[in-house]
């Protein structure tokens, strides 16, 4: 078992079930063979968590309230999850049919196909075992979209400022897209904030707080409710 999956592991075992059975039936190599490979199998489970690639399953559904993300071992599991929230929040639609008569992935589907603003994207990510050449797992950060009318039109000419000059010049990550601004929300130091405009500030930790490491502030975004609104 150089790079040992799931199935590898099941397989090893069924084995092993097979000869403690019928011990009469096999050679006294096969039982060698058997004990190298459990030894092989029990070093992983020590070294490691769980010695085998894993899919994730994760969805994210965006609503007038903001971000929801789902996350499963399995894509049955998840749409369960999605399901649930879809009953709960079923009467916003103009659909009279009885959703309990109709399983998870139906539910999900007739929910966000006719829901006016709800979206829902998902996606299955593979998070490497031991023993694998996949690499590192990729590196997933989360990132909130609202309104540039969350900034007074003059923050986005220091944004606009920012954004041309080098990292160690800024007192804030922030690249520009064309349509606002994206912005880094980690912790800042006492003497930038005194440099960052207050909504800005208050937008930032408003992102921070809902789990994200950036900040997306474009023109056709929605404002959200718990920031101050200004006219550009």
């Known amino acids: 078992m150089i790079r040992p999956s799931k199935r590898d592991f099941a397989q090893l075992f ?3 079930r097979m000869i403690l059975q019928h011990p009469e039936g096999c050679s006294h190599e096969t039982r060698l063979r058997l004990i190298d490979d459990l030894a092989r199998a029990e070093g992983l489970f020590h070294a490691h968590d769980v010695p085998w690639d894993i ?39 103009n659909d009279k049919r009885d959703y309990a008569t109709r399983d998870d992935e139906e539910i999900v589907r007739i929910y966000f196909s006719e829901h006016p603003s709800e979206r829902l994207s998902t996606m299955c990510i ?11 797992p990729p590196r997933v950060r989360l990132y909130l979209t609202i309104s540039t009318g969350h900034v007074r039109p003059s923050t986005g000419d220091l944004l606009d400022i920012w954004s041309s000059l080098i990292p160690e ?17 980690d912790p800042l130091d006492d003497a930038d904030i005194k440099l960052i405009p207050a909504e800005l500030v208050a937008a930032i930790t408003y992102a921070r707080d809902r789990g994200c490491r950036y900040l997306l502030l474009d023109r056709d975004a929605d404002e959200v409710g718990g920031l101050e609104a200004f006219d550009w």
């Open 14 to 16: 069924s084995r092993a």
């Open 55 to 93: 899919d994730v399953h994760i969805a994210r559904v965006d609503h007038r309230a903001g971000t929801n993300i789902n996350a499963a071992l399995s894509q049955r599991s998840l749409m369960a999850q999605l399901a649930a929230y879809c009953c709960d929040s079923w009467s916003e639609l």
């Open 126 to 136: 593979t998070l490497a075992g031991s023993d694998s050449d996949a690499g590192p």
């Open 169 to 185: 010049q800024r007192p804030l990550g922030v690249a520009e897209t064309g349509y606002g601004w994206f912005v880094l929300c």
